[in-house]
C-alpha cells in the first residue's frame, strides 16, 4: 500500500507528463477494444442476415462435369479426382465438380425437374420444411398519375415464403391452387406500396387494387392479394430503387416461354433435423438422376456452414486488425520506462535518503515498478472506457448493438500491467542498484 501511495503521489506532483505517459496506453487499449466490439456488431449483423434468410437452407444446383480431354490418338487423358476434405464435404464439396471454363447452358433435359422435386418432397416427408423455387421474370416501370417506381418481378412458390421468412402486413400469402390454376395475382412489399400509390397510402386499402407490368412482351394485369413487410436489411430491395413483386412462379414461366425446371432450388430442412446428414441425404437424391448426364452434375451447399466460415474469417480480420492497434501499447511500455528512467533521475536524492534510513534494495524495486504498473493500470482502464464508449455508438450506427465481452476487458487491463511490470522492471532495477554515497551526493 505504501508503494501505490508513493506511486500516486509522484503522479499528482507531475501530471501532464503522467497523462501524456498514459496515452499510449489509452489509446492503443481503446483501440482494441473498440475494434473488437464493432466486429462482434459486423458479427450479429451476419448472422442476423443469415437467419432471417434460413440459416440452415440447403442449396441444391446444376454444376458442369469436368469434360473429357482426348490426346493425339484420341484416348482419353486421365484427370486426378478432387479430394476434398471432411470439412469441404460438410460444405457440400464434391458432390459435383466441374470447371467454369467448361460450363455449357443446360437443356430443358438437364433441369431439375418437378416430378424429382415432387418425389424428393415425399420421401423426405417430414424432414423438409419447405423447398423454394423462384424465376426471375424481369424488370418494369410502373406509373400510377405522379407516381412512378419500378417493380422487381419475381415467380416463386409457396415455399419461397416459408424458406425466405417473409412477414405478411396484410391481405394473404400465394396459396397453391394461385399456381395450379396460374392466377394473375402478387404480392407487393409495402415499399412498392407507398412508391405507387404515394407516401400516405394505407397498406390495407389497397388489396384487391390492380397493377399492369409487362411480363415477357404481354401487359399483364396482375390483383394485389398480399403486402409483405419490406425486410430491414435491405433484402428484396435494389440499388436503383425497385422493389420485388412476387407473382406465381407457373405464370411467369407460361408468359416468358420458359422451360418447366430448375438450375437450382433451396430447401428448408425441420428445426429438429441434423443439418450435416440431411445435406448428405439430400445430395445422394438428387445425384442419383444424373448418374448417366455427361455434362452435369449436382452440387449441394450448406448456408450453415458458409455462416461458419463467414465468422471465422471475420475473427481472423479482428484478430490482425486488433493485433496492428496493440503495437501502439509497445510504443506506450517505451514511453512508460523512458519516463521512469527520468524520473529515477530527478528523485536520486530521495532514492539515497531512503536506503540510508535502511530501505532494501527490493524495497526501492518494487517503489518504482509499482509506480510503472500504476500508470498503465490507470491507463489501462480509461483505455477500457474510450474503447467502450467507441464501440458502442460505432456498433450502434451500424443497427446492431454489441457490448464488449468480459474477457476482452480482463485481457486488455492484464495486459497493460504487464507492460507495466515489464517496462518499469529495468529503471527499478537501476535505481535499486545506486550506491547511497553517491545517490546522496547527486545534485
Given at each position: 500500500?505504501?508503494?501505490?501511495?508513493?506511486?500516486?503521489?509522484?503522479?499528482?506532483?507531475?501530471?501532464?507528463?503522467?497523462?501524456?505517459?498514459?496515452?499510449?496506453?489509452?489509446?492503443?487499449?481503446?483501440?482494441?477494444?473498440?475494434?473488437?466490439?464493432?466486429?462482434?456488431?459486423?458479427?450479429?449483423?451476419?448472422?442476423?442476415?443469415?437467419?432471417?434468410?434460413?440459416?440452415?437452407?440447403?442449396?441444391?444446383?446444376?454444376?458442369?462435369?469436368?469434360?473429357?480431354?482426348?490426346?493425339?490418338?484420341?484416348?482419353?487423358?486421365?484427370?486426378?479426382?478432387?479430394?476434398?476434405?471432411?470439412?469441404?464435404?460438410?460444405?457440400?464439396?464434391?458432390?459435383?465438380?466441374?470447371?467454369?471454363?467448361?460450363?455449357?447452358?443446360?437443356?430443358?433435359?438437364?433441369?431439375?425437374?418437378?416430378?424429382?422435386?415432387?418425389?424428393?418432397?415425399?420421401?423426405?416427408?417430414?424432414?423438409?420444411?419447405?423447398?423454394?423455387?423462384?424465376?426471375?421474370?424481369?424488370?418494369?416501370?410502373?406509373?400510377?398519375?405522379?407516381?412512378?417506381?419500378?417493380?422487381h418481378l419475381l415467380g416463386i412458390n409457396t415455399?419461397?415464403?416459408?424458406?425466405?421468412?417473409?412477414?405478411?402486413?396484410?391481405?394473404?400469402?400465394?396459396?397453391?391452387?394461385?399456381?395450379?390454376?396460374?392466377?394473375?395475382?402478387?404480392?407487393?412489399?409495402?415499399?412498392?406500396?407507398?412508391?405507387?400509390?404515394?407516401?400516405?397510402?394505407?397498406?390495407?386499402?389497397?388489396?384487391?387494387?390492380?397493377?399492369?407490368?409487362?411480363?415477357?412482351?404481354?401487359?399483364?394485369?396482375?390483383?394485389?392479394?398480399?403486402?409483405?413487410?419490406?425486410?430491414?436489411?435491405?433484402?428484396?430491395?435494389?440499388?436503383?430503387?425497385?422493389?420485388?413483386?412476387?407473382?406465381?412462379?407457373?405464370?411467369?414461366?407460361?408468359?416468358?416461354?420458359?422451360?418447366?425446371?430448375?438450375?437450382?432450388?433451396?430447401?428448408?430442412?425441420?428445426?429438429?433435423?441434423?443439418?450435416?446428414?440431411?445435406?448428405?441425404?439430400?445430395?445422394?437424391?438428387?445425384?442419383?438422376?444424373?448418374?448417366?448426364?455427361?455434362?452435369?452434375?449436382?452440387?449441394?451447399?450448406?448456408?450453415?456452414?458458409?455462416?461458419?466460415?463467414?465468422?471465422?474469417?471475420?475473427?481472423?480480420?479482428?484478430?490482425?486488425?486488433?493485433?496492428?492497434?496493440?503495437?501502439?501499447?509497445?510504443?506506450?511500455?517505451?514511453?512508460?520506462?523512458?519516463?521512469?528512467?527520468?524520473?529515477?533521475?530527478?528523485?536520486?536524492?530521495?532514492?539515497?535518503?531512503?536506503?540510508?534510513?535502511?530501505?532494501?534494495?527490493?524495497?526501492?524495486?518494487?517503489?518504482?515498478?509499482?509506480?510503472?504498473a500504476v500508470i498503465c493500470v490507470i491507463g489501462?482502464?480509461?483505455?477500457?472506457?474510450?474503447?467502450?464508449?467507441?464501440?458502442?455508438?460505432?456498433?450502434?450506427?451500424?443497427?446492431?448493438?454489441?457490448?464488449?465481452?468480459?474477457?476482452?476487458?480482463?485481457?486488455?487491463?492484464?495486459?497493460?500491467?504487464?507492460?507495466?511490470?515489464?517496462?518499469?522492471?529495468?529503471?527499478?532495477?537501476?535505481?535499486?542498484?545506486?550506491?547511497?554515497?553517491?545517490?546522496?551526493?547527486?545534485?
Amino acid at each position: 500500500m505504501e508503494n501505490i501511495r508513493l506511486a500516486l503521489n509522484s503522479l499528482k506532483a507531475n501530471k501532464m507528463r503522467s497523462i501524456l505517459t498514459m496515452l499510449g496506453i489509452i489509446i492503443g487499449i481503446g483501440s482494441v477494444i473498440a475494434i473488437v466490439t464493432l466486429g462482434d456488431s459486423l458479427s450479429n449483423n451476419v448472422n442476423k442476415q443469415f437467419a432471417d434468410f434460413g440459416g440452415k437452407n440447403v442449396s441444391v444446383g446444376l454444376q458442369a462435369k469436368p469434360q473429357v480431354q482426348l490426346d493425339a490418338e484420341g484416348n482419353p487423358i486421365e484427370t486426378p479426382t478432387p479430394n476434398p476434405s471432411e470439412e469441404e464435404m460438410d460444405m457440400g464439396y464434391g458432390i459435383g465438380y466441374g470447371d467454369m471454363a467448361d460450363y455449357k447452358e443446360p437443356s430443358e433435359s438437364d433441369l431439375i425437374t418437378p416430378e424429382m422435386i415432387e418425389a424428393y418432397e415425399k420421401k423426405f416427408k417430414g424432414a423438409v420444411q419447405a423447398v423454394s423455387l423462384s424465376e426471375d421474370i424481369g424488370t418494369d416501370s410502373l406509373t400510377n398519375g405522379h407516381n412512378k417506381t419500378s417493380a422487381h418481378l419475381l415467380g416463386i412458390n409457396t415455399g419461397y415464403i416459408v424458406t425466405n421468412k417473409l412477414e405478411l402486413i396484410t391481405g394473404r400469402w400465394l396459396r397453391k391452387n394461385d399456381l395450379t390454376e396460374i392466377r394473375k395475382v402478387a404480392l407487393v412489399s409495402e415499399k412498392f406500396i407507398t412508391a405507387y400509390f404515394g407516401r400516405d397510402a394505407q397498406p390495407e386499402k389497397h388489396i384487391g387494387d390492380t397493377i399492369t407490368p409487362v411480363i415477357g412482351s404481354t401487359t399483364t394485369p396482375l390483383t394485389i392479394v398480399g403486402i409483405y413487410k419490406t425486410p430491414q436489411n435491405g433484402g428484396y430491395t435494389f440499388e436503383n430503387g425497385s422493389s420485388d413483386v412476387f407473382i406465381p412462379i407457373t405464370l411467369g414461366r407460361q408468359l416468358t416461354g420458359r422451360a418447366d425446371g430448375y438450375s437450382h432450388i433451396t430447401i428448408a430442412p425441420a428445426d429438429e433435423v441434423d443439418a450435416k446428414q440431411f445435406m448428405q441425404q439430400t445430395g445422394a437424391f438428387f445425384k442419383s438422376y444424373y448418374m448417366q448426364n455427361k455434362d452435369f452434375d449436382i452440387q449441394v451447399v450448406s448456408n450453415e456452414r458458409y455462416l461458419k466460415s463467414m465468422n471465422e474469417t471475420m475473427d481472423k480480420v479482428k484478430l490482425i486488425i486488433g493485433a496492428i492497434a496493440a503495437i501502439s501499447l509497445l510504443v506506450g511500455g517505451i514511453g512508460v520506462m523512458n519516463i521512469m528512467m527520468v524520473s529515477v533521475t530527478e528523485r536520486t536524492r530521495e532514492i539515497g535518503v531512503r536506503m540510508a534510513l535502511g530501505a532494501k534494495q527490493r524495497t526501492i524495486m518494487m517503489q518504482f515498478v509499482t509506480e510503472a504498473a500504476v500508470i498503465c493500470v490507470i491507463g489501462g482502464i480509461l483505455g477500457v472506457l474510450l474503447g467502450i464508449g467507441i464501440g458502442s455508438t460505432a456498433a450502434q450506427l451500424t443497427g446492431f448493438p454489441a457490448f464488449p465481452s468480459l474477457t476482452a476487458i480482463i485481457v486488455a487491463v492484464s495486459f497493460s500491467m504487464a507492460i507495466g511490470v515489464f517496462f518499469g522492471w529495468y529503471p527499478a532495477k537501476k535505481a535499486a542498484n545506486l550506491d547511497p554515497i553517491d545517490a546522496l551526493r547527486y545534485e
